[in-house]
């Protein structure tokens, strides 16, 4: 009697046929494996990584549908596809079951929550829209540490009696850059937006009068807050640069680093417990990142923290829950540039329970492809008295202080530009009467 064969040649007498089988069912078992045991890129809550895993190991099943249905199998005469000896009804069977499981697998990954969609998105968009670097992640690790110098504090004037803090909140769509004219009469850029913002924020800070920024910090190496940096690097005089220590393998960020080796510039670490100001009345320092080592790139944001006299500023970059959970400083702040641009990721309830501030400030783009901010974040904020200022709804926004006190201008960029031209045409018409006399 002719001997049946067996499941998909794993026990054939084919040694040949027993290897390849064995081979396959271990790659299998391999990719089974990695669909338990792989992270997702984006871990917005656990509920939202079961959902993945779950996703990835359906997925990962269908590798061994081809030997249940393309095997012999012993018993008795029946229709079931897989037992069937007709070809076609085995790969119906085949079909149909892989169509099955597809299916549900696409299924359960759509009941993501929104805030992992929305975060996921963005993923996807900085991925696409960064431009990969030619370099690997390990080379631009290299170039990094290369360019690091140590974190030693720079000499800074002192702040004269009276004098007055003035941040700058810039409206640079879906992206950050804030501009700080310090009351010890240095300056300070954190952030500078995406790369086709560059001429306008160098045109911003020049309006303000100046052609030196004494402390630039790079919160983290997405496009939207590092794209315009190079530029504004090559175009003003710099003194101290500050970055955390994550890479990006984007051309924006291999670009970013090769623009500070070719201006003779270091890199300052920007982590927890480093200070860049320390005068009597005025502190600026870093109370994030914690770590060095994150599964989400926001989380390495560097989060700074300003103290002139009684009032305090914070700035979150796009400092997730993760990071907010992990900072052990005081975060208790009049101002507030609000983490990851209203963003569900960011803004916990404690952390906004512990900042409560007067003003709370979301840079967001109109209309941005992310929903931000997110109403709920909103309703957070206002819920512990903060009035929530969106660049996208009233442009350039101005925080002045003289240590005491807190007046803040905020004005429709539309209008402001129609003020800077009749300034700028008065100001001609007034050169061209002395050009005269």
């Excluded at 029946?78 to 597809?102: A, D, E, H, Y």
């Excluded at 670009?255 to 417990?273: F, R, V």
């Amino acid at each position: 009697m002719k001997q049946k064969k067996k499941i998909w040649g794993f026990r054939s007498g084919k040694p040949i046929i027993r290897l390849l089988a064995c081979l396959y069912y271990a790659i299998s078992l391999a990719l089974l494996f990695f669909a338990i045991t792989k992270n997702p890129e984006i871990i917005t809550s656990a509920e939202d990584q079961n959902i993945y895993k779950i996703t990835n190991i359906l997925l990962a099943s269908l590798l061994f549908l081809p030997p249940i249905f393309f095997s012999d199998w012993k018993g008795k005469k029946n229709t079931s596809f897989k037992k069937s000896k007709k070809w076609w009804n085995k790969c119906f069977g085949f079909l149909s079951t892989f169509i099955l499981v597809l299916s549900g697998a696409l299924l359960i990954s759509s009941t993501h929550t929104k805030a992992y969609q929305t975060a996921y998105e963005e993923y996807l968009h900085v991925e696409k829209t960064s431009n990969p670097s030619n370099k690997s992640k390990e080379t631009l690790e290299e170039n990094l540490n290369e360019l690091t110098n140590q974190n030693e504090e720079t000499e800074s004037p002192k702040t004269e009696q009276n004098a007055t803090l003035k941040v700058h909140y810039f409206d640079v769509g879906q992206g950050d850059s804030i501009f700080i004219e310090l009351p010890n009469q240095q300056t300070m850029l954190i952030d500078a937006a995406e790369s086709e913002e560059k001429e306008k924020i160098e045109e911003k800070i020049k309006n303000l009068g100046y052609q030196k920024i004494d402390y630039i910090i790079a919160t983290h190496p997405h496009t939207d807050h590092i794209g315009g940096m190079a530029y504004i690097i090559e175009h003003f005089e710099v003194g101290d640069i500050y970055m955390p220590k994550a890479v990006a393998t984007s051309k924006t960020y291999e670009n970013l680093l090769e623009t500070i080796k070719n201006q003779n510039k270091k890199i300052k670490i920007a982590s927890d417990g480093v200070t860049i100001l320390n005068q009597e009345d005025l502190e600026v320092k870093f109370i994030a990142p914690k770590q060095e080592d994150y599964a989400e790139l926001n989380n390495y944001s560097a989060v700074v923290k300003l103290t002139y006299k009684e009032k305090k500023f914070l700035f979150m970059g796009d400092a997730e829950t993760k990071s907010e959970e992990e900072i052990t400083e005081d975060v208790k702040a009049d101002v507030i540039k609000v983490g990851h641009h209203g963003s569900d990721t960011s803004s916990k309830m404690e952390f906004v329970n512990k900042v409560r501030p007067t003003y709370a400030i979301i840079s967001v783009g109109k209309n941005n492809k992310y929903n931000h901010p997110n109403e709920k974040i909103i309703k957070r904020w206002e819920d512990v008295g903060a009035t929530i200022l969106q660049t996208a709804e009233v442009g350039d926004i101005t925080i002045t202080s003289n240590g005491e006190t807190l007046d803040c201008d905020k004005a429709n960029n539309e209008m402001k530009e129609i003020q800077n031209k009749i300034i700028k045409f008065y100001s001609n018409c007034k050169k061209g009467r002395n050009g005269h006399h």
